[in-house]
């Protein structure tokens, strides 16, 4: 990394912060591009977001990323929302321009379809079912819509956060009970976990892939353990399976080249780095 009065700023703000592994993966393209500038994580409280957000600005951020629990509360702030953005309600990353303004987006979704068609044989259509239906799932559901998946099936605990998902962003949603996430496999072309049932700390995600294609590609956005019961599962029968470290990865690219004017690459190196590997 190299540092001086020029520096090009910018970081990542969430509460608290320091799980994040953002600063190791946009430490090492700086290092890699030898650019001139830095990426810090700011533990922000959440009464403070308004005042950080401006005081940022002002103190020569080219941007920033956000995550829990600020996406909403940014959304808010920025005076320009990106489509991605506005459909999946909320905001993971912040360019403030020149003028002083911030614009908002999202890069979720991208990261998700990018690291679905780099580590996949995965083609666009077929049916997807979609397990949750919070921030990560609208923006999966995003992802999968604009790909051209012909019905995306949500299901989640809470029947109701899945009705909402679907009133918003409209067809090919469609919704079912939970108890039926075995059954609603059958014709799949896709399976994707966005809750956190398998996540280190929280229980399993108890689902039954006798059903499911073998043909069929299996994705958990979560990435704590990297292979969680669900791809252990789906990988011990065949299916071709992705992990959620990809999407992280993928989707810091966009906002990466926006403040540091360098577009970056997802490589195995930067993946065993973040790992801790490398």
């Not at 912060?17 to 290092?31: E, K, M, N, V």
């Not at 459909?87 to 403030?96: D, M, S």
């Not at 599962?233 to 399976?241: L, M």
Request: glycine share 10%.
């Amino acid at each position: 990394m190299i540092l001086t009065g020029k520096a090009k700023l910018a970081g990542v703000i969430g509460w608290p912060i320091s799980h994040s592994r953002s600063p190791q993966l946009h430490g090492f393209w700086l290092d890699r591009h030898r650019i001139d500038g830095a990426y810090v994580p700011l533990a922000i409280a959440p009464e403070n977001i308004k005042t950080a957000l401006a005081g940022l600005a002002a103190a020569g951020f080219r941007g920033l990323n956000v995550t829990l629990p600020h996406k909403l509360a940014a959304f808010a702030a920025c005076d320009t929302i990106d489509d991605n953005a506005r459909r999946i309600g909320a905001v993971n990353t912040i360019i403030f321009g020149d003028d002083g303004k911030m614009h908002g987006s999202n890069t979720d979704a991208f990261g998700f379809v990018e690291n679905i068609r780099q580590n996949s044989r995965w083609q666009s259509g077929g049916v997807a079912v979609v397990l949750g239906a919070g921030g990560a799932a609208r923006a999966v559901c995003v992802a999968l819509i604009d790909s051209g998946v012909t019905e995306i099936r949500v299901l989640n605990r809470t029947r109701e956060r899945a009705e909402a998902l679907a009133r918003d962003l409209g067809r090919p949603l469609a919704v079912a009970d939970w108890s039926r996430r075995a059954d609603l496999l059958a014709d799949a072309t896709m399976l994707v976990n966005t809750t956190s049932l398998g996540m280190t700390g929280q229980p399993p995600l108890d689902i039954d892939l006798d059903a499911l294609p073998a043909d069929a590609v299996v994705n958990d956005i979560v990435y704590v353990p990297l292979e969680t019961g669900l791809l252990a599962a789906a990988r011990a029968r065949g299916n071709e399976v992705v992990d959620g470290l990809g999407m992280l990865l993928h989707q810091a690219r966009p906002g990466f080249e926006a403040w540091f004017g360098v577009k970056t690459e997802v490589t195995e190196e930067l993946r065993n780095f973040v790992l801790g590997k490398g």
